[in-house]
């Protein structure tokens, strides 16, 4: 069990990460408004009316009119932006925090937002197709959220990440370690653990979509697993002569020294 932290990794093409921090506040606002801060009648109206229900959705079972809020195809995405309480918000939003903004750098913007939505959706299929008659709604930022991650590890497996393990000791590790381990998990708890509370099937479809659809939805020229990232030079290292050379001042102009780019 790992929290990501933080990771050390600039933004390369964008100079901050709008629609990551729009996606956080935006879900902020709406556990505010459908969990937080109304009464239990309100949470049980929006969980069965903006939920995920394969029942529903796959024509098993049918909604009752009083809580319908959304046509049952919509909810492939209204249900991503639901959370059960703090921590559930929390931890999905933690995660989009520190992996996010380098997908979004690597995307762009408005795919970035596309791909978020994507991962959602296959999330929310892929639960679907494991229990297609089950009538619990699924709510959660988790697929999104399994798709950016399952993104970051393809875009920069190498880049040093502080996390902290065991809920006790931070270490700074190549992202690939935590987060294979955490993708690893995921598929594990589907295999053993399919009915449980948790839908480890949505969080197997955003991981899922999110590999895929990142090879060819990134910018041109985006490279895959780091393999081409180059650290700027400080500065332009000069050969100094050996003591006791003569110097002769150069008869062609001095040439400029770059600094950091």
């Known amino acids: 069990m790992f929290i990501p932290l933080h990771d050390r990794n600039a933004l390369r093409h964008i100079r901050m990460q709008y629609v990551t921090i729009g996606l956080i506040l935006t879900n902020a606002l709406v556990f505010a408004f459908t969990t937080l801060l109304v009464p239990d009648s309100v949470i049980e109206a929006s969980v069965y009316g903006l939920g995920f229900i394969p029942a529903v959705v796959f024509d098993y079972a049918a909604l009752d009119p009083a809580l319908t809020l959304v046509p049952p195809d919509a909810t492939f995405i209204t249900y991503a932006f639901l959370h059960s309480n703090l921590m559930h918000l929390g931890s999905n939003m933690l995660f989009l925090w520190v992996f996010g903004d380098n997908v979004e750098d690597a995307l762009g913007h408005f795919r970035f937002l596309l791909f978020y939505l994507a991962c959602a959706a296959a999330g929310a299929l892929f639960h679907g197709l494991v229990g297609p008659t089950s009538q619990s709604p699924l709510i959660g930022a988790s697929g999104a959220v399994s798709g950016v991650v399952a993104a970051y590890l393809m875009l920069h497996p190498k880049v040093r990440v502080w996390v902290l393990v065991l809920f ?5 590790l ?3 370690l935590p987060l294979l381990f955490w993708i690893g998990q995921q598929f594990v708890m589907l295999a053993i653990d399919g009915e449980g509370e948790v839908s480890w099937g949505a969080h197997v479809g955003g991981i899922i979509a999110g590999a895929l659809l990142v090879i060819v939805v990134r910018r041109r020229g985006v490279p895959l697993f780091d393999r081409t990232i180059v650290t700027p030079k400080a ?14 001042p150069p ?11």
């Open 168 to 172: 006790r000791f931070p270490l700074p």
């Open 174 to 176: 190549p992202a690939f």
């Open 235 to 248: 500065v332009e290292h000069i050969r100094v002569p050996p003591v006791g050379t003569a110097v002769t």
């Open 251 to 261: 008869s062609a102009p001095r040439r400029n020294i770059h600094w950091g780019r």
